[in-house]
Nanobody
């Protein structure tokens, strides 16, 4: 098993930036493909970004492509989400998740989830 703890959320003005972190503990971090998802009130959880076990491959939702960047530091057992040019529609709870599968944008593919961190973007 792996335990995931997100941090770095907060309130930011439109156009601003935030960096989310997700610290993993437990089983070997490099076993897992890591993803970020988000969920706004009244909406379904949606895919944001995913990164391969080595960090050499990434994939993004169209809504964040060019603004967000996912990365990982396997020595620190941590995955990051750098969010730039934030928009009010990015407001949501952000979750990191782990899967032993290869790249996936489907929430059902992920076995482990963090508790989430809130991001609020004001206009």
């Amino acid at each position: 098993q792996v335990q995931l703890v997100e941090s770095g959320g907060g309130l930011v003005q439109a156009g601003g930036s935030l960096r989310l972190s997700c610290a993993a503990s437990g089983r070997t971090f490099t076993t897992y493909t890591m993803g970020w998802f988000r969920q706004a009130p009244g909406k379904e959880r949606e895919f944001v970004a995913v990164i391969s076990r080595s960090g050499g491959s990434t994939y993004y939702a169209d809504s964040v492509k060019g603004r967000f960047a996912i990365s990982r530091d396997n020595a620190k057992n941590t995955v990051y989400l750098q969010m730039n040019s934030l928009k009010p529609e990015d407001t949501a709870a952000y979750y990191c998740a782990a899967t032993i599968q290869s790249r996936s944008d489907a929430a059902r593919a992920y076995d482990y989830w963090g508790q989430g961190t809130q991001v609020t973007v004001s206009s």
